[in-house]
């Protein structure tokens, strides 16, 4: 009877977080805000930033070919498919070979500058593409 008991009253504090999590939650509009909290600051932390964007990148990257066709389709109409294909390919062979490099050489900044953006525009598989224009 006790064990029924000890259950019952883990479950409801579960279900009486869970009810409270939205109520707690803030959004927040600055995006500036978060960008600035979000950037790394220091040497180590742009390195490792690097290191994590050139394995993602490489892991990621045969989703540029559905993404290409997608793309292409959009801006070039009937023809998108089969250019989509091509330019999907080739963007995964890219993406692969940058990500490679970055994952290599995650603590050499990539510019004489020394900073550590991204070589590839853009930075993810998954961040938008410009249209581009006719």
């Known amino acids: 009877m006790s ?8 479950l409801l504090t ?21 960008d600035e909290v979000v950037a790394p600051e220091t ?8 290191l994590v964007r050139g394995i993602t990148n490489m892991v990621t990257s ?14 070039r109409g009937a023809i998108g ?6 330019k999907g390919v080739g963007m995964t062979v890219m993406r692969i070979g940058f990500g490679a490099w970055e994952t290599v050489s995650f603590l050499l900044p990539n510019s004489l500058e020394g ?10 598989v998954w961040n938008t593409s410009e249209p581009t224009r006719r």
Not at 3 to 10: G, Q, S, T
Not at 28 to 34: A, F, G, R, T
Not at 62 to 75: N, S
Request: hydrophobic share 50%; net charge negative.
């Open 3 to 10: 064990n029924r008991f000890f259950v019952m009253a883990i």
């Open 14 to 34: 579960i279900l009486l977080a869970a009810a409270a999590t939205p109520a707690v939650a803030v959004p927040v509009d600055n995006k500036d805000y978060i």
């Open 43 to 50: 040497y180590l932390e742009n390195a490792s930033y690097k």
């Open 62 to 75: 045969p989703a540029e070919i559905p993404k290409q066709i997608v793309v292409t389709t959009r801006d």
């Open 81 to 86: 498919p089969v250019l989509g294909l091509f």
């Open 115 to 124: 900073d550590f953006a991204p070589i590839l525009k853009p930075e993810y």
